[in-house]
């Protein structure tokens, strides 16, 4: 026992701490897990995790809300941002124009009265999420209030024809897919209602299916053909491209794409945005296998990529979904484009008002994963703890956050980022390695467009970075990203260059004071352009916060 004792305590004694070996400051820095997240190891790192550790002072993850019944009143709205609130989601697969239209001026109500100190204000995001092409089934026996219950070994059989539209009963399926015959082939399988109901097909020429899990089917319920090439499909259906120009219309932020299988898809929503929606950023929903087998090319069209776990799940093993999940976050890592993981996060929380221990290790393994955003669907449209649930996302991606192995994930990210000659990414990496090395309370940055606080987050910095903008737009936008803190800044530029630029670093650093990122004689790396206008970031300096 003792030999085993005094090999442990050898084994013990090998692996290095970060804070024995590098003085640290008195000032205030993100100590939290900090000789965790410097080993030198991925295995010292995971031995290093201490339990009683403080988590990250400022989340980075960003969370992103979805606003239904039961967070749509401007109280609620005001209640869930101060838990934590950054992007607000709007499904468009429910509810009419007239009720969205409601919707976000309840948000913009919500989020303008909170507070009228321009040191607190949180700007929000507002996202359209489309229906997207759907194939659902028909009314069951004719009335929307019908349900008819599926025994399992029964046979059944599936019909497209427009006159069987209102037929569906215990024998007979109506699916609005004209082509169903001709994608499935015998032993496929088609899932109903997410999944709960299973078909087995027996006949392709009259689709004879036989019921593998049975259950109560009700009417328009959604219908999964996994592993079979919709090409002819519309990637924006007519429903969507009204959906798109209510969004344009109604000055939305973002708009998270349902059912992109292929570059074209996110052409074509951009095409249906129209040139008034060109600002919009466009965020491609993968949830199919087709999608996954795509995603280089859909990556490379859009703005960013949410990994729908739901349909995903369906369309592919559920055993296979963390594979897609690690690959879609590590491209997205990779390509610098911000990335949601979303579905059953915190589904428990719908009714309960607290998650499981999987739901909880599901979040922080997201935000471990890389994920920017992570997302809340059912727990804040339709359930009883909204607010709470946002609550507990924020506490979650905290302790995850300060968990990150910081060390190896800014030198793979530096490793994997091809040479430039372009200013600001170059500066953005000094910049990141220089917050590093200084143990920096905070980036700011000052930003036009948003492009450099998105070249900064690419870099992953452990401290918080202090976006300025004067674009509201890109305020809310940056909530895309991961560690960015836009804040807006009202006041007109000052005549003299460098006097408008010191007022906007101030502000930042007053930010940052106020928050808790960081007080006065920390040190804090800013970042700023030498000439007015976009495109021109290329000064890095590393001061002391008066």
Known sequence: TSSTTNISLSLLARIRRYSDVMPLPDSFIQKQ?????????????????????????????????????????????????????????????????????????????????????????????????TKGPEIRTGLVRGTAEQEVELE?????????????????????????????????????????????????????????????????LGSRKGVNLPGCDLVDMPAVSERDEGDLRFGVAQGVDMVFASFIRCGQDVREVRRALGPFGKGIKVVSKVESRQGVHNFLEILAESDGVMVARGDLGIEIPAEKVF?????????????????????????????????????GSDVANAVLDGADCVMLSGETAKGLFPVES??????????????IFQQQLFEELRRLTPL?????????????????????????VLTTTGRSAQLLSRY??????????RSPQVARQAQLLRGVFPVLFHPLP??????????????????????????????VIVVTGWIPGSGHTNIMRAVHVP
């Open 152 to 216: 399992r070994g029964a046979s059944v059989r599936v019909v497209t024809g427009e006159g069987d539209r209102d037929s569906t009963d215990g024998n007979v399926i109506w699916v609005d897919y004209p082509s169903l015959p001709q994608v499935l082939e015998k032993g496929g399988r088609i899932y109903i209602d997410d999944g709960l109901i299973g078909l087995k097909v027996l006949e392709t020429d009259w689709v004879e299916a036989l019921v593998e899990s049975g259950g109560v």
């Open 323 to 359: 594979i897609a999940q690690k690959m879609m976050i590590g491209r997205c890592n990779s390509a610098g484009k911000p990335v949601i993981c979303a579905t059953q996060m915190l589904e428990s929380m719908v009714a309960h008002p607290r998650p499981t221990r999987a739901e």
């Open 33 to 129: 897990q900090l000789d965790a997240s410097m080993a030198d190891t991925f295995l010292e790192h995971l031995c290093l995790l201490d339990i009683d550790q403080e988590p990250i002072t400022a989340r980075n993850t960003s969370i992103i809300c979805t606003i239904g019944p039961a967070s749509r009143s401007i109280p609620k709205l005001q209640e869930m941002v101060k838990a934590g609130m950054n992007i607000a989601r709007l499904n468009f697969s429910h509810g009419s124009h007239e009720y969205h239209g409601e919707t976000i001026k309840n948000i913009r109500e919500a989020v303008e009265t909170i507070t009228t100190d321009p040191l607190y204000y949180r700007p929000v995001a507002i996202a359209l999420d």
């Open 390 to 403: 946002v609550a507990m996302m924020h506490s979650i991606c905290r302790e995850a956050e300060a968990a």
């Open 460 to 469: 992953r910095p452990r401290c918080p970075i202090v976006a300025v903008t």
């Open 420 to 444: 430039s000659n372009d200013p600001t990414e170059v500066t953005a990496i000094g910049a990141v390695e220089s917050s590093f090395k200084c143990c920096a309370g905070a980036v700011i």
């Open 494 to 523: 000052a005549p003299v260059w460098a006097d408008d630029v010191d007022n906007r670093v101030n502000f930042g650093m007053n930010i940052g004071k106020a928050r808790g990122f960081f007080k006065t004689g920390d040190m």
